[in-house]
């Protein structure tokens, strides 16, 4: 499998794993304590469009733990995608500038 596709594989599954991860906690977390505002952004952070399109959809219909995890994923998948982006500009400028010197 070439490169650039495997890292964005790694991308996408690492998303959808870090939102399988916080829906798991969030489900079986112990309702009687409030869980820290640190938490949360930290599930902000690392699931920021999932986060929004849940809240937006969550006064018009259930949302799935499934639905946010493959929303995060794909998230991860574009995150990926622009990374690959810029690391060949990068790795194409810093080829030119050898050559010329």
Do not use: C
């Amino acid at each position: 499998m070439p490169r650039p596709i495997f890292r964005l594989l790694l991308w996408t599954t690492a998303g959808f794993i870090i939102s399988l991860d916080w829906g798991m906690y969030f489900a079986h977390a112990d309702k009687s304590l409030p869980i820290g505002t640190s938490i949360y952004a930290l599930a902000y952070a690392t699931q920021p469009l999932a986060v929004a399109v849940a809240e937006h959809l969550r006064g018009i219909r259930g949302v799935s733990l499934g639905s946010v995890a493959v929303m995060n994923a794909v998230t991860y998948a574009v995150f990926g995608l622009i990374l690959a982006m810029v690391r060949r500009n990068v790795t194409a400028l810093s080829h030119a500038k050898q050559t010329r010197s």
